[in-house]
């Protein structure tokens, strides 16, 4: 098996190519042509995850683009990096410049809808679409779910991360993420659990973990921040999710302005089992 998760990421590799935005060398994959689509990518994921909507996305005409946040998949992992929300949003906006993008339309998911809505806030005018999939936003009442809370603690976090070895990581992550288990062979899931302790055994994503910004400013920023955007909205949301909840859901309508989300048969990772149902909805706006 580890042949093959070698094998994997290789593919993954050679799909995309190597970039550096503000000093950090990292990884991007793009398909399509037409006009941008930006997928910001969560925890403990990279762009590994978006490589089944990609192609989705290039069949309707759209330039899908996935690139690693620091400290996860391919992109470096700088011991003196701000990790926090905010210093990867600075990062991303790099990245965005780097790569040529001047308006794009924006996909976040997970700790990349924090992460996607600081850059929209700060570069409305860039944005020309945003799609936000199981995200968080209602910061002080987010409460991270039981696989991620050891990882905020330390000494406990750097123990829970050494004992994810492919088999129960597969067994979690089929559990809490994946409503299709067929979708997914258990070759990607141990993709996704390499690429994350990939070079530095995971330190640099225990770190995110441990600098989420939930404080009552922080939801101030977002709320007030999105609040009358120029540019049309969408949620998407796998309504099984057992690690980001309907209350969550409800705040990022609240905070987008919309009124109806379009609820999928999914868990967490809806990319995985769902991109052509993704694809449909972030195109319906694009």
């Given at each position: 098996?580890?042949?093959?998760?070698?094998?994997?990421?290789?593919r993954?590799?050679?799909?995309?190519?190597?970039?550096?935005?503000?000093?950090?060398?990292?990884?991007?994959?793009e398909?399509?042509?037409?006009?941008?689509?930006?997928l910001?990518?969560?925890v403990?994921?990279?762009?590994?995850?978006?490589?089944?909507?990609l192609?989705?996305?290039?069949?309707r005409?759209?330039?899908?683009?996935?690139?690693?946040?620091p400290?996860?998949?391919?992109?470096?992992?700088?011991?003196?990096?701000?990790?926090?929300?905010?210093?990867?949003?600075?990062?991303?906006?790099?990245?965005?410049?780097?790569?040529?993008?001047?308006?794009?339309h924006?996909?976040?998911?997970?700790i990349g809808?924090?992460?996607?809505?600081?850059?929209?806030?700060?570069?409305p005018?860039?944005v020309?679409s945003?799609?936000?999939?199981?995200?968080?936003?209602?910061?002080?009442?987010?409460?991270?779910?039981?696989?991620?809370?050891?990882?905020?603690?330390?000494?406990?976090?750097?123990?829970?991360?050494?004992?994810?070895?492919?088999?129960?990581?597969?067994?979690a992550?089929?559990?809490t993420?994946?409503?299709?288990?067929?979708?997914?062979?258990?070759?990607?899931?141990?993709?996704?659990?390499?690429?994350?302790?990939?070079?530095?055994?995971?330190?640099?994503?225990?770190?995110i973990?441990?600098?989420?910004?939930?404080t009552?400013?922080?939801?101030?920023?977002?709320?007030?921040g999105?609040?009358?955007?120029?540019?049309?909205?969408?949620?998407?949301?796998?309504?099984?999710?057992?690690?980001?909840?309907?209350?969550?859901?409800?705040?990022?309508?609240q905070?987008?302005?919309?009124?109806?989300?379009?609820?999928?048969?999914?868990?967490?990772?809806?990319?995985?089992?769902?991109?052509?149902?993704?694809?449909?909805?972030?195109?319906?706006?694009?």
């Amino acid at each position: 098996m580890r042949q093959e998760v070698s094998e994997v990421i290789a593919r993954h590799e050679a799909a995309g190519q190597r970039f550096e935005a503000a000093g950090v060398q990292s990884f991007v994959r793009e398909e399509g042509d037409g006009a941008p689509v930006v997928l910001m990518h969560g925890v403990p994921v990279s762009s590994f995850i978006y490589r089944r909507l990609l192609p989705q996305l290039a069949a309707r005409g759209l330039r899908g683009v996935a690139f690693d946040l620091p400290g996860l998949g391919l992109a470096e992992r700088p011991e003196d990096f701000d990790y926090s929300w905010s210093g990867l949003a600075r990062w991303a906006g790099a990245a965005i410049d780097e790569l040529g993008i001047e308006r794009c339309h924006l996909v976040v998911h997970d700790i990349g809808g924090p992460v996607g809505f600081e850059w929209a806030i700060r570069n409305p005018q860039r944005v020309l679409s945003l799609t936000a999939l199981n995200s968080m936003i209602d910061v002080t009442a987010f409460h991270r779910p039981w696989p991620m809370q050891p990882f905020s603690i330390r000494g406990v976090g750097e123990v829970w991360l050494r004992s994810m070895l492919p088999l129960p990581y597969r067994q979690a992550y089929y559990l809490t993420s994946i409503q299709d288990r067929a979708a997914v062979p258990a070759v990607e899931v141990d993709a996704h659990l390499a690429l994350l302790k990939r070079v530095d055994g995971g330190r640099a994503f225990l770190k995110i973990m441990r600098r989420f910004e939930l404080t009552s400013e922080k939801k101030r920023f977002f709320f007030e921040g999105l609040a009358g955007h120029p540019y049309p909205a969408r949620v998407v949301w796998g309504e099984r999710d057992r690690m980001i909840g309907p209350d969550q859901r409800q705040a990022v309508m609240q905070a987008l302005g919309v009124g109806n989300a379009t609820l999928l048969p999914a868990k967490h990772f809806l990319q995985e089992d769902h991109p052509s149902e993704v694809a449909d909805a972030i195109a319906s706006i694009a």
